[in-house]
Every structure is written in structure tokens, then in C-alpha cells.
């Protein structure tokens, strides 16, 4: 079987003083409208004359055009990716799916519309969001094990099936990618005893990891 490269941002090391490993599920939402300010790590959309202001880090996934050239471009030239700014200017209609995070709209995906749409954008459901997170327990070349606390004094253990799509977060990531290619075994980031928050979807009997972010190393 061929080694399994997963893609990995660059991000820096969220440390947490006392991690709590939990499960929840997390309702996302969909803003479309106007960009009225970008900066590489927020965005501010104008929807229905409001403005809303969005937080956007190595996990959000930017479809725009020619975002994946200048994320080849950058890669080659040993950066972990284009800027936010390179890609999404003022002025430009998007939609912007998101979650609300510690009190601040995290963006999980910017995608580029033809127009902001009738009266100046909107506000809609997305889809949901589950977020996981606790110490890792195992890892291989297709999934992720972790444990944790799941309160009352009990525990609880998912494995998440990891492949081409899932995305690492971890300090040094995007540079170790950038070295080889763009892509490295997740074993090169991630390692048991590590605590980690995984976004996931639940799909044929089984739980995918759409991102792994590394939030205290072991």
C-alpha cells in the first residue's frame, strides 16, 4: 500500500492551559455578500448594508480563481501558501461558510460567487460541523485515534479515517510540507500523546477527519 500524504498548513501553536477533550456538534452558517476589508487573517463582508467580520487561519479553505496557481506558485518558491490578500480582494462578491468560535466568526470556507445576490447578500444555514477533540491514542497512515474526558468521570475513543482531503494545522507544518512538495505523512506532524481538535463528518459507517489541528504537543 502507497504511504498516504495528507495536505498541511502552517499555523502557530495554540497552547491551552488545562485542555478539556469533548464532542460537540457545531451549526454553521453562510454569509454571502460584498468584501469590504482583507487582511491575511480576517475578512470583512458587507451583507444587506451590515458588515460582518470574519476570522480566517490555516484552516480555512479559500475556492477562488487562481487561488490553486498562486498555491502551487507558492509552494514551488518554498512558502506554506498564498496570502488571504493575494487571492480575495475588496469589492469582490463571496460566500462565506462559518461557525461561531469562543465569541468570533471562524471562516471554514471562502468561496468566490458571481454576485452577492438579491438585496445586497444573505444569511443562510449551512451545513454542520462536528468538532472533536482529546490527547491522541494512535496514529497511522489512514486514521487517527484519540481519548478523552467526556465528563462525569467517563471517557470516550474515536478513530477518524484520514486521507488526501484532510488537512493538518500544527506549528512548522506548511514549512515541512513546503520541503516536500506540498504534501507529508500526518505522522510527520502529529504524534500520540499529543492533544488534538478534529473537524469531522460522519459518512458509509465512519468518521472523516476534514482537518487536525495540533493544540498542545506531547
Do not use: C
Not at 506558485?73 to 501558501?81: D, L, R, S, V
Not at 491522541?136 to 475513543?157: E, K
Amino acid at each position: 500500500m502507497k504511504p498516504l500524504f495528507v495536505a498541511a498548513s502552517f499555523g502557530v501553536l495554540s497552547l491551552v492551559l488545562w485542555p478539556t477533550p469533548s464532542a460537540l456538534a457545531q451549526d454553521a452558517k453562510v454569509a454571502r455578500g460584498t468584501v469590504t476589508a482583507v487582511s491575511p487573517a480576517s475578512l470583512t463582508l458587507e451583507v444587506r448594508s451590515q458588515e460582518m467580520t470574519f476570522a480566517v487561519d490555516g484552516t480555512t479553505t479559500i475556492e477562488a480563481p487562481g487561488a490553486a496557481h498562486k498555491s502551487r506558485a507558492a509552494i514551488a518558491a518554498g512558502k506554506p501558501g498564498p496570502m488571504l490578500t493575494d487571492v480575495v480582494k475588496a469589492g469582490q462578491p463571496v460566500a462565506i461558510t462559518y461557525q461561531d468560535m469562543n465569541g468570533a466568526r471562524h471562516a471554514s470556507l471562502v468561496r468566490a460567487v458571481a454576485t452577492a445576490g438579491a438585496n445586497g447578500g444573505s444569511i443562510a444555514d449551512g451545513p454542520k460541523s462536528l468538532v472533536s477533540s482529546g490527547r491522541v491514542q494512535a496514529i497511522g497512515d489512514r486514521f487517527i485515534t484519540i481519548r478523552g474526558d467526556s465528563g462525569g468521570g467517563a471517557s470516550f475513543s474515536q478513530t477518524f479515517a484520514i486521507d488526501e482531503r484532510t488537512k493538518v494545522l500544527a506549528k512548522g507544518a506548511g514549512t515541512a510540507a513546503a520541503a516536500k512538495g506540498g504534501r507529508l505523512p500526518i505522522a510527520d506532524v502529529v504524534a500520540s500523546g499529543d492533544f488534538v481538535t478534529i473537524s469531522y463528518e460522519k459518512g458509509d459507517g465512519a468518521l472523516h477527519a476534514s482537518n487536525v489541528r495540533v493544540t498542545m504537543k506531547h
